[in-house]
């Protein structure tokens, strides 16, 4: 599988020991959506999206916050 880095960043949806790759915050936030749905016995504290910023040599890696999850999930974005 190939996937192109966009604007030099990913996101990376974590949940338990599982994690998917996407390209975009709102496709990270919809899919978060869709698997929360699908899941049966979910840890809420193991559950996060990374935002991966491959800009410089040394890559950031930041969680998005919660605030900015809900927002975007209450305005229908995702």
């Known amino acids: 599988m190939e996937m ?40 809420p504290e193991n559950v996060s999206i990374l935002e991966v910023n491959t800009k410089e040599k040394k890559w950031e890696v930041k969680e998005l916050p919660w605030s900015r999850i809900a927002i975007t999930l209450i305005k229908g974005e995702a």
């Open 4 to 43: 192109k880095i966009q604007d030099d960043k990913f996101f990376v949806v974590e949940m338990g020991q599982n994690k998917w790759i996407y390209d975009s915050e709102s496709t990270a936030i919809r899919a978060m959506k869709e698997l929360i749905s699908e899941s049966t016995d979910l840890n």
